[in-house]
Each structure stands twice: as C-alpha cells, then as structure tokens.
C-alpha cells in the first residue's frame, strides 16, 4: 500500500506569508493527490486534486504543484481563514485510500 | 443537493462491535458510479481511511483494519454501513461516511461526522 508522508507537521506563520507543505508518496502517484484543508469540528474540504487542479470556489491563492513522489500544497499570501490543518491525499490506487498525517498552521 | 448522515452508537464498550451507518438523501446510492467509503479521524488526529463499498457491492479495507472491517451496502435504503469489531480506546475516533467519486471527497461528499467512543 502506498505510504503518504506530509512535511512539516506543523507550522507558525503570519498573514501575509508564503507558505509551502510538502507531501512524498512511497511510489510514483502520477499526479493523483488531493490536498484538503479542516478546520475544528468541521469535515475536510477539498481544495485541489490531480496535484494542481483547484476546486471550485477555493481562492487562488492556493496552488499545487508535482510529480512522481513528491507534492507541494502553496498558499501565497496567507489570509486570517486560512489558519487550519491541511492534508494530502493520495487516490491513484483508488479506491484505496492514503492520507498524509497532516500540517497544522498556526499564527505566529 | 446531496447530503450524507452518520447515526449510530455513540458509545461502545472494548472488546464489542461498533456500528454506524450513513443515509445518503438528494440522490441513488446505486445511480451513479462512485465508490462510498468511512473515514475516521481520532480526536487531536489524522485523517484515516477505512474502506470504500461500490454500490453492486464490492468493498476495499484499509489493510491495517481490514481483519476487523464489514461494509455493506443497501440500495433499498440508500444506505451503507460500517461495522468494526473487537473495538478499543484506539478506535476512539469522529467517524465520517464519504462519497468518493475518483477517490477524492468533494465539497459534498461528507458526511457532518459522528463521534463514537469506545469505553467501559
């Protein structure tokens, strides 16, 4: 099973900032990852799939970019809302599934 | 709109099986070509996988559970359920009921979560 390790685990930040989370797949995913973003009491909700491609209505802000193993989730310039957790996600072998553990960003 | 509803046991003591099922309303479970699948999440934790039913039946587990993981599928009732046996504090978790069309949970495909606590 493909094995999903998400880099750093957590981050303090200011708004404004530049901030980049990594993900790196046990094997080659082809581009097949989601990235997610939840925030307290509340389920994920999806901000890019196929590495790069942004969900309706998530801010442009977010981008994704990649290949083979290795996946980067960037938020250009951060913004008070999106202080959360974010989560990578690997479905090139859907339907089974492999979550990254997960980048909690904080305010600085 | 589709929607997607946990309900079960809150609370289930070590050793027993725990079991939630998820309604899904505003569209067919068996309509559509999607996989349907549980995800859980223990509190302070990451997000985990348990496993996806197709709606002709076919299931996938996560293969660290899948000794202890049955999901089904009733059409009739547009429903899916998990249960998960020989339970402990670790399965301590918000279970959430998922629509997984491509093996991506959109904006709509979540279930609110319902937390189910393994305790004496």
């Known amino acids: 099973d493909i094995q999903m390790t998400q880099s750093p685990s957590s981050l303090s930040a200011s708004v404004g900032d530049r901030v980049t989370i990594t993900c790196r797949a046990s094997q080659g995913i082809s581009n097949s990852l989601a990235w997610y973003q939840q925030k307290p009491g509340k389920a994920p909700k999806l901000l890019l799939y196929?590495?790069?491609r942004l969900e309706s209505g998530v801010p442009s802000r977010f981008s994704g970019s990649g290949s083979g193993t290795d996946y980067t989730l960037t938020i250009s310039s951060l913004q008070p809302e999106d202080f959360a957790t974010y989560y990578c996600q690997q479905y090139y072998s859907t339907p089974l599934l492999t979550f990254g553990g997960g980048t909690k960003v904080e305010i600085k | 709109q589709l929607q997607l509803q946990e309900s079960g046991p809150g609370l289930v003591k070590p050793s027993e099986t725990l079991s939630l099922t998820c309604t899904v309303s505003g569209g067919s479970i068996s309509s559509s070509s999607y996989y349907w699948g549980w995800i859980r999440q223990p509190p302070g934790k990451g997000l985990e996988w348990i496993g996806s039913?197709?709606?002709?039946?076919?299931?996938y587990y996560n293969p660290s559970l899948k000794s202890r993981v049955t999901i089904s599928v009733d059409t009739s009732k547009n429903q899916f359920s998990l249960k998960l046996s020989s339970v402990t504090a670790a399965d301590t978790a918000v279970y959430y009921c998922?629509?997984?069309?491509?093996?991506?949970?959109?904006?709509?495909?979540w279930g609110q979560g319902t937390l189910v606590t393994v305790s004496s």
């Open positions: 998922a629509r997984t069309p491509g093996g991506i949970v959109d904006s709509v495909g």
């Open positions: 196929a590495a790069s």
């Open positions: 039913i197709y709606y002709s039946g076919s299931t």
